[in-house]
């Protein structure tokens, strides 16, 4: 696998990336939706965001993220995105608009809390993944694992420049290495190292209760943790 070598694309080279300019569409507001908006407007990119409850009810969020973000409907962010970012309880997976997502990169953000999602034995026994069950409902879309093993703030506070002294390192598992590039450039711009953890089969490594999951690591550090994880985690 790629993290067993350490290979962690671009962004490891510390030399800089630069991006075109991007519009994000997000499905789900909450604390990493509203917090990855910020992240990606602070480097000049467009979001169109959206939540469950309705467009309407977004109004001070978007006023707080200012003039380079709107808010809309889940499908017409799907739509408007270059881009999607799905950031939605997986227990309401199915409300995942598929038509507008179908031949975009689509970053999945989630995690199983069987507390909030009810248990999912495939996931409990360790057969399964949360971002392959979101690949199945996005057939036509191209799923990357990305922002999922961190808390919300740190996305946009714990950041620094490539080359950076123990900058911070997050995953990335995708079975398209050119989403896993485009993982990596973000992370980059954003202000992390990248290590890949695919194919999309081995992103259990960095979902919960693994010792990869919701650390503060470097680049190293992340690659010795992903190596360190039991396929059906200890019960905490």
Same mark, same amino acid.
């Given at each position: ?9 671009? %962004? ?5 990336v ?58 017409? %962010? ?38 909030r999602?009810g ?9 399964d ?8 409902h ?13 808390? %919300? ?73 992903? %190596? ?9």
């Amino acid at each position: 696998m790629p993290w067993e070598n350490g290979i962690v694309g671009k %962004a490891s080279t510390g030399s800089p990336v630069e991006l075109r300019m991007t519009t994000y569409g997000i499905i789900g507001a909450g604390n990493i939706g509203s917090q990855v908006a910020r992240a990606v407007i602070a480097h000049g990119h467009d979001v169109v965001i959206s939540n469950s409850r309705g467009p309407e009810t977004l109004a001070d969020l978007v006023a707080d993220l200012g003039p380079k973000a709107r808010a809309a409907t889940a499908t017409e %962010a799907g739509a408007a995105g270059d881009v999607v970012v799905v950031t939605v309880p997986l227990k309401n997976v199915d409300q995942v608009p598929v038509e507008p997502l179908a031949g975009k990169t689509v970053i999945d953000t989630n995690n199983y809390y069987f507390e909030r999602d009810g248990h999912i034995a495939a996931l409990d026994d360790g057969t399964d993944t949360v971002s392959e069950m979101r690949r199945r409902h996005l057939p036509s879309s191209t799923v990357v694992k990305g922002f999922n093993p961190t808390m %919300a703030k740190d996305i946009t506070t714990d950041v620094a420049p490539a080359g950076t002294p123990d900058r911070r390192a997050l995953a990335t598992s995708s079975d398209s290495p050119e989403a896993v590039a485009l993982m990596t450039d973000l992370y980059d711009e954003l202000g992390f190292d990248t290590v890949d953890v695919s194919p999309l089969s081995e992103s259990w490594r960095v979902e919960r209760d693994r010792p990869a999951y919701v650390v503060r690591q470097t680049k190293d550090e992340l690659v010795a943790n992903l %190596a360190k994880a039991n396929r059906v985690p200890q019960a905490s």
